[in-house]
């Protein structure tokens, strides 16, 4: 599967951008999608995930009630919403997917944000994209 990320830039403090993940496969029902960021010198954590084909979504607390992850499968896109924005928020924010299929995982939020969970848990990643917010 690939992943390919796009809407990353220059935001200011307050406003709001879009990034998107589209995946080459079309499947993307049987899949949970997982938004993760790096800042420098930081771990990798998990943002946002999404169980697509149950439509659960869930949220690492700090981006609860900014942050609003959403999917449309005709597109195999995954979007993820980014609104009042922080200087905090500034990290490459990579997309991820891990096939659910047959397995007995059926909600991403008990398998996306726990520390070393990006290792342990996704295994198709995009390149990542660039968020910064200014102040």
């Known amino acids: 599967v690939q992943l390919v990320e ?4 220059l935001g200011q403090t307050g406003g709001s951008l879009r990034l998107s993940c ?3 496969e079309d499947r993307i029902d049987e899949y949970a ?4 960021r790096q800042a420098p010198g930081k771990a990798r954590e998990g ?15 700090s981006v609860k009630g900014s942050f609003t992850i959403s999917s449309d499968s005709a597109k195999n896109t995954v979007y993820l919403q980014m609104n009042s924005l922080e200087p905090g928020d500034t990290a490459v924010y990579y997309c991820s997917a891990t096939f659910l299929g047959g397995g007995g995982r059926s909600d991403c939020a008990a398998f996306t944000f726990y520390s070393g969970s990006y290792f342990s848990e996704y295994d198709y990643w ?9 102040s």
Do not use: H, K, L, N
């Open 33 to 36: 999608i997982g938004w993760f």
């Open 22 to 24: 589209t995946a080459s």
């Open 126 to 134: 995009g390149q990542g994209t660039q968020v910064t917010v200014s």
């Open 47 to 61: 943002v946002s995930c999404i169980t697509v084909g149950s439509d659960r979504s869930s949220y690492e607390d």
């Open 6 to 9: 796009s809407g990353g830039g």
